[in-house]
């Protein structure tokens, strides 16, 4: 069973723009993680913040937390061609030594 | 450094038929993971071991579902006999476990795809 469930499923934009992606999980967590798929490839971690946390930077990418909500966002700035992929939200509860339930996953696509 | 090791990356066989796929994870770590991902959706964990034991395999549909990681590296995934919803993508993942430290980023390999005519 898939804990997550990411909104939209599908997004295209224009390369430059900014994308926003957004991921609801229902039981408490200990972590959530971001994952990048491109076609016929393996997941690449991308992120990971904790539930003691309320937003994340790396590189181009910005996530947030909101636990009273049980959601979480990816914004990717000043998209690319290069980040056209499908993105997986990941949770961690307490009780599942890391065992990552993942969601369904958006695709993205940047329009060059 | 070389990543996690998948092979084969595609088959295709009829139902009924055997299949294995088999997976190197990443030197050092101990803990490895198997899942299946439909077409569409996210990895769903099939099996995950630490070292040679099998610590969470509630997924595993075990009638004709096997895996093992005899000495505590690769790990042989295996469906005997495979049915038409078999069909799907098998992908490994590793990490390091508990005992070593930080356990939290899993390192996917590119995955299996399996058609069953």
């Known amino acids: 069973s898939q804990q997550g469930e990411e909104d939209p499923q599908a997004l295209s934009i224009q390369e430059g723009e900014n994308a926003t992606m957004n991921c609801s999980y229902k039981?408490?967590?200990?972590?959530l993680q971001w994952y990048r798929q491109n076609s016929g490839r393996g997941l690449v971690h991308l992120i990971l913040?904790?539930?003691?946390?309320r937003e994340k930077h790396s590189g181009r990418l910005r996530v947030t937390l909101d636990t009273s909500k049980k959601s979480s966002s990816l914004l990717i700035t000043a998209s690319r061609a290069a980040d056209t992929a499908s993105y997986f939200c990941?949770?961690?509860?307490?009780?599942?030594?890391?065992?990552?339930?993942f969601g369904q996953g958006t695709r993205l696509t940047i329009n060059p | 450094e070389a990543g996690v090791v998948q092979s084969p990356r595609y088959k295709i066989i009829e139902k009924k038929q055997p299949v294995a796929f088999w997976c190197n994870p990443i030197?050092?770590?101990?803990?490895l993971y198997w899942y299946l991902q439909n077409l569409g959706q996210g990895p769903e964990l099939l099996i995950r071991?630490?070292?040679?034991?099998?610590?969470?395999d509630s997924q595993l549909p075990k009638d004709r579902f096997s895996a093992e990681r005899l000495k505590g590296v690769d790990s042989t995934l295996k469906i005997q006999p495979a049915e038409l919803g078999d069909s799907a993508v098998y992908l490994c993942?590793?990490?390091?476990?508990?005992?070593?430290?930080?356990?939290?980023?899993?390192?996917f390999g590119p995955g299996t795809r399996l058609l069953v005519l």
């Open positions: 913040i904790r539930s003691n946390e």
């Open positions: 071991y630490e070292n040679e034991e099998a610590v969470d």
């Open positions: 993942a590793s990490s390091t476990s508990f005992s070593q430290g930080t356990q939290e980023t899993q390192y």
């Open positions: 039981t408490s967590i200990n972590n």
């Open positions: 030197s050092g770590h101990n803990t």
């Open positions: 990941a949770t961690v509860s307490f009780q599942g030594a890391q065992k990552l339930v």
